[in-house]
């Protein structure tokens, strides 16, 4: 049974939430230092994202390995809900329900944020809390900016290939209307 009381857990939660700033600082530093650029928790767009990158059309997401239930399984048996715990995310045995809903319904709200952005075009990176230990930390700063300097590449190369065409025929056609004397007065 859960001995605390809803206040006490609520209180006990936002302590143990506040505390997972700190990868968010790490990567907003690594990403400043390798010349990106980004508004912080953007109010407007679903799920608020932690790093918002208007030029790369991208949010970062920094979620902590316990509360977003990082590489945890869900298995349905009998209309019930089971868990399997990660390296990442270890569900308490005390109050193990209230937990596996607790993180299920974090997990599903993910999801549907980053739906819900993908739609609005926007692309959506997740870094997770383990990638940044002292020992992984530069090699994920570095991918994540390889990933954002792909999207931009690509991005791009859409609208070259799109526009400078059009901009062509624009020309060749007032060209021709001038040959054809149509701007004669
Ligand atoms: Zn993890």
């Not at 997972?20 to 679903?46: A, C, Q, S």
């Not at 952005?117 to 020992?135: F, Q």
Request: hydrophobic fraction near 30%.
């Amino acid at each position: 049974m859960d001995k605390l009381t809803p206040q006490q857990r609520h209180k006990n939660m936002a302590a143990i939430r506040s505390k997972d700033t700190k990868p968010e600082m790490i990567v907003r530093r690594g990403l400043w230092k390798r010349g990106f650029r980004y508004r912080l928790n953007h109010k407007r767009l679903p799920g608020h994202p932690d790093l918002v990158l208007r030029k790369y059309r991208t949010c970062i997401f920094v979620n902590g390995c316990f509360w977003h239930g990082h590489q945890v399984q869900f298995i349905m048996q009998n209309s019930q809900c089971i868990i399997e715990s990660s390296e990442c995310c270890k569900i308490p045995k005390t109050n193990r329900e209230f937990w596996v809903n607790k993180i299920r319904r974090n997990k599903e709200r993910d999801s549907e944020e980053q739906r819900k952005l993908a739609e609005m075009g926007w692309h959506c990176i997740t870094v997770w809390e383990c990638e940044l230990k002292p020992s992984k930390r530069e090699e994920t700063l570095d991918s994540i900016a390889f990933t954002l300097n792909h999207i931009w590449l690509q991005d791009h190369h859409a609208k070259i290939v799109q526009y400078p065409s059009m901009d062509e025929d624009d020309i060749q056609m007032s060209m021709a209307a001038e040959e054809d004397g149509e701007y004669r007065t």
